[in-house]
């Protein structure tokens, strides 16, 4: 590449098109299909250059900024070593009780539990926001360490 020459090109998926040009996913692969609008396929999906998009619409395409906060979703798993039933049983009813009790606005926290009675030991799979599943991993350092 010869220095300065480097012109950014901008690549879409189908589903980027659809929300910017406020149209269904479906009615974008049907312009796919149909050659109104010109698209590379990568692997199993369809990219759009950004002068395609905008010969489709007619003019330029202004991006929007996302709008309300930014969605975190952590997925953790805890491994405890040498619990017996009793303790299984205290950690798990904790641990879904609480998951079960979102906090004020805050989505649900999943939680599967996996107790592997011969290896005395305890998986917990916890899916949610940042807040609730790091409030659910001090309840779970707390009832393990009792």
């Given at each position: 590449?010869?220095?300065?020459?480097?012109?950014?090109?901008?690549?879409?998926?189908?589903?980027?098109?659809?929300?910017?040009?406020?149209?269904?996913?479906?009615?974008?692969?049907?312009?796919?299909?149909?050659?109104?609008?010109?698209?590379?396929?990568?692997?199993?999906?369809?990219?759009?250059?950004?002068?395609?998009?905008?010969?489709?619409?007619?003019?330029?395409?202004?991006?929007?900024?996302?709008?309300?906060?930014?969605?975190?979703?952590?997925?953790?798993?805890?491994?405890?070593e040498g619990v017996d039933r009793n303790r299984v049983d205290r950690v798990t009813t904790l641990v879904t009780a609480a998951a079960a009790?979102?906090?004020?606005?805050?989505?649900?926290?999943?939680?599967?539990?996996?107790?592997?009675?011969?290896?005395?030991?305890?998986?917990?799979?916890?899916?949610?926001?940042?807040?609730?599943?790091?409030?659910?991993?001090?309840?779970?350092?707390?009832?393990?360490?009792d």
């Amino acid at each position: 590449m010869v220095e300065g020459s480097f012109v950014e090109q901008r690549y879409y998926s189908v589903d980027q098109v659809a929300e910017l040009l406020g149209l269904h996913v479906k009615t974008v692969r049907g312009y796919i299909r149909d050659g109104r609008l010109a698209a590379t396929r990568i692997g199993k999906q369809y990219r759009i250059r950004r002068e395609d998009l905008e010969a489709l619409s007619g003019g330029p395409v202004e991006e929007r900024a996302p709008s309300g906060p930014v969605a975190v979703e952590v997925s953790t798993v805890v491994r405890l070593e040498g619990v017996d039933r009793n303790r299984v049983d205290r950690v798990t009813t904790l641990v879904t009780a609480a998951a079960a009790t979102p906090g004020r606005g805050r989505p649900p926290v999943h939680v599967q539990a996996v107790h592997d009675a011969a290896a005395h030991s305890l998986r917990l799979v916890i899916l949610g926001d940042a807040a609730g599943t790091a409030a659910l991993l001090e309840l779970v350092e707390m009832a393990a360490s009792d």
